[in-house]
């Protein structure tokens, strides 16, 4: 189970935490990052999407190629101010809102017993 604290860049004020299950993330340090071709759709990012399901991607098909049991994974990024995080995995993310980012640095996994 991964669980991610995302906060908004600047004027931004959005911070929510995440929990999903997956089989692979990684932290991409340039926002940049966040609008390249990547089967989420290209363009300017405008601030105003944070969480991106990605509809096809090599890592998806690699992934939906090599499962023994044929699951469909799912693909999401999810974009920070300081870094851009990919997921892979089977299953829905939880997500769920602060009311500000120093709400947001005081929670943790533990105050809920997730694990």
Same mark, same amino acid.
């Given at each position: ?16 935490r ?10 991409f #340090? ?6 390249s ?5 290209t363009?300017?990012y @405008? ?5 991106? #399901?990605?509809?096809s991607s090599?890592? &998806? ?5 090599l @499962?023994?049991?044929g ?5 999401? &990024?999810?974009?920070?101010? @300081?870094?851009?995080? #990919? ?10 809102a ?15 017993? &997730?694990?």
């Open positions: 189970m991964l669980h991610l604290i995302v906060v908004a860049s600047p004027p931004g004020h959005r911070a929510y995440i929990g999903i299950s997956c089989e692979i993330f990684a932290g #340090e340039e926002m940049i990052y966040s609008v071709g990547q089967g989420y759709g363009g300017m @405008d601030g105003g999407v944070y969480i991106k #399901e990605a509809e090599a890592l &998806l098909n690699a992934y939906a190629t @499962d023994p049991v699951r469909r994974p799912r693909h999401f &990024l999810f974009v920070g101010s @300081d870094y851009c995080y #990919e997921v892979l995995g089977f299953s829905e993310p939880i997500i769920e602060f009311r500000d980012a120093r709400e947001a640095y005081d929670w943790r996994p533990q105050q809920e017993g &997730l694990r």
